[in-house]
């Protein structure tokens, strides 16, 4: 087994995930096995109790693993599937190496960071690293390591200690260290500077790691001048030193680190030259061309509680960027704050209330994502029924399937105090209930998780003819509450048409309005399925809704070309080279979707 350990300095957010993931592709492309595992020196067990605005979204893994959202970049880069193992915390570790000390595994030892924990660490990641995540029998190649935050951080020092150690024990030959360190350009005199980056690499031989390879994030590609700099002080050869600098969109990362031969120099440290070959990415360069040639405009209204970060959707923003590419269209998501769509906030702030209004009218879609608590839940109600009236392609996910039922059954069937229980828990028209085998004491790793399965109960509907008018699929679910099955009958006879459900018949999974041009809910999580080539088909419908190709989408939606955009939409090829001749290739999307632009993004 070989690794390959991604760490970062200087500042947080440089793109270590994006990096990490372009790493993983690089070497499947060149025909080896791939895995990954994210460090996070945090000490919750799991990302499942921390708040979007902190952390960002929490992505959700086939068995129920609540995780870091870097293992979205790496399942969506390397089309593997990960576990719950894969994602190490320090809360994980210290829970593992105390429930040893109880059952006495240490009996008699003084049980301490050195050498338990660091020992717990690497047998963690020895373990882990031989499960196979890519369907095929046997380990992996190569197993690709990020270690989370900052070198220097004191929460990661046993995580660098334990990983110093690691190096040693599995052998020269078999350990590359990648550091992800940024290179400013001091705006006064406009030069790039090294000496942070120096600083960066002298703190982690300190430590105990010697990196092999640099990868540098700058606004511009790194001069000579600066490289020199930079091999000269941190000692590393000057070929081993990339510069990871902005680009229009983060397909470019792989061909950016293949372009400046990142992929041999990781050859040559893991004794991998003349086994691994050049890595062949023709579909993927296809598609990140065609990505930047887009021009024109889809709008889809994200109506949220979070809007304020762009990474509590970051899967839905992928999934949404996976489906635009495929019908040929530039996505913008206009973010909506959904208190700004209520009457309050006309009195309170009619200016954000009139905005927030403009951005919804002018939307080609909507979609509402999941979310927790009751802040903001009124501005979804609006925003749904907004959609559904004026008959504007919408998918609400999560949350977002229970507001459309709460919206319908008040608006249509004129149940005018039916509500959820999450937000009313005294409400006496309960459309949407607790699950009952949830728990109300604690929160963590309770909720109904992980991959399940969803039958479809017609093939006559949009969403089944999306999925390739399959019998059932398996998607990720990650909630606490489900719609009343004591008020499906009386919403399906007003016109509702619960199309999808579980095995037992009684949960709801999807919803739809047979006469609407769109207007799909769901109980489970889309998002976290998508990837490149592959969008998750109820955003694929959702796009297409928007920009007028549904019916052309239903009709092929299964059939894919080889560059993996759908031939009925797709983009032509040959259109693409020939243009790339005559044309300097442009950005396909706003200016916070540019790799690692520090300005608190990065994917």
Same mark, same amino acid.
């Given at each position: ?15 270590? #995930? ?46 129920? *693993? ?34 040893? !000390? ?32 890519? #369907?095929?029998?046997?380990? *992996? ?51 790039? @500077?090294? @000496? ?84 062949? $990415? ?22 949220? @509680? ?78 749904? @029924? ?27 069937? #004129? ?55 399959? =019998? ?23 016109? $509702? ?5 579980? !095995? ?25 399925? =998508? ?13 297409? *809704? ?58």
């Amino acid at each position: 087994m070989k690794y390959v350990l991604v760490s970062g300095g200087v500042v947080s957010g440089l793109g270590k #995930g994006v990096t990490a993931s372009s790493i993983g592709l690089l070497l499947k492309a060149s025909g080896l096995r791939v895995t990954a595992i994210k460090i996070d020196p945090y000490f919750n067990t799991d990302a499942g109790t921390m708040s979007p605005f902190e952390h960002g979204e929490v992505f959700v893994l086939d068995d129920g *693993a609540e995780v870091d959202l870097d293992l979205g970049n790496y399942e969506r880069f390397m089309d593997i599937k990960l576990t719950r193992d894969n994602n190490i915390t320090t809360g994980k570790i210290y829970q593992f190496v105390i429930d040893k !000390e109880r059952r006495g595994d240490y009996l008699g030892k003084t049980v301490q960071v050195v050498p338990h924990i660091t020992d717990a660490i690497q047998e963690w990641i020895e373990r882990v690293a031989h499960i196979p995540v890519d #369907g095929k029998p046997g380990s *992996a190649d190569v197993c690709v390591i990020e270690l989370g935050g900052t070198i220097g951080d004191i929460e990661s020092m046993p995580f660098i200690q334990a990983l110093g150690q690691f190096s040693y024990r599995v052998g020269s030959g078999n350990f590359c260290l990648v550091h992800v360190s940024l290179v400013p350009v001091v705006n006064v005199v406009g030069e790039q @500077k090294t @000496k942070p980056t120096q600083h960066s690499v002298r703190r982690l031989r300190g430590q105990g790691l010697t990196p092999h390879i640099l990868a540098c994030r700058s606004t511009t590609a790194l001069d000579e001048n600066a490289k020199r700099k930079l091999s000269q002080f941190c000692l590393i050869q000057a070929e081993n030193i990339v510069t990871l600098y902005d680009v229009p969109n983060i397909w470019h990362i792989p061909l950016l680190l293949r372009d400046q031969k990142a992929h041999e120099a990781i050859f040559k440290v893991l004794n991998l030259t003349g086994v691994a070959r050049e890595p062949s $990415l023709e579909e993927w360069t296809c598609r990140a061309e065609a990505c930047d040639l887009l021009h024109e405009p889809v709008r889809i209204a994200l109506v949220g @509680k979070y809007t304020g970060l762009s990474d509590a959707y970051l899967s839905i923003l992928k999934a949404l960027v996976h489906a635009s590419v495929d019908c040929r269209k530039k996505l913008f998501v206009d973010w909506i704050s959904a208190t700004n769509l209520e009457d309050s906030t006309a009195k309170e702030n009619p200016d954000a209330y009139k905005a927030a209004w403009k951005l919804l009218k002018g939307a080609d879609g909507v979609l509402i994502p999941g979310g927790f608590g009751d802040r903001g839940v009124q501005g979804k109600i609006i925003a749904a @029924k907004y959609a559904r009236e004026n008959r504007i392609p919408f998918l609400g996910i999560c949350l977002g399937m229970q507001i459309a039922v709460v919206e319908f059954t008040r608006s249509v069937l #004129g149940v005018h105090d039916a509500n959820s229980t999450e937000f009313d828990p005294n409400v006496k028209s309960p459309v949407v209930i607790f699950m009952p085998e949830g728990s109300k004491t604690h929160m963590g790793g309770t909720m109904r998780l992980g991959s399940r399965r969803t039958f479809f109960q017609t093939k006559d509907c949009k969403s089944a003819k999306l999925y390739g008018c399959k =019998s059932f699929i398996d998607e990720r679910h990650r909630h606490r509450y489900e719609v009343n099955p004591d008020f499906v009958v009386r919403l399906e006879n007003a016109g $509702l048409s619960f199309t999808g459900k579980d !095995e037992t018949g009684k949960r709801m999974e999807i919803v739809e309005l047979p006469n609407h041009p769109y207007f799909i809910g769901v109980q489970f999580h889309p998002e976290f399925k =998508s990837k490149p080539g592959k969008p998750s088909p109820l955003f694929l419908g959702l796009i297409a *809704a928007a920009c007028g190709q549904l019916d052309t989408v239903l009709q092929h939606s299964s059939n894919v070309d080889s560059c993996g955009l759908s031939k009925a939409v797709g983009t032509d090829v040959l259109a693409i080279k020939a243009y790339n001749k005559k044309a300097v290739i442009k950005a396909a999307y706003m200016p916070e979707y540019v790799y690692g632009s520090l300005n608190g993004y990065h994917f």
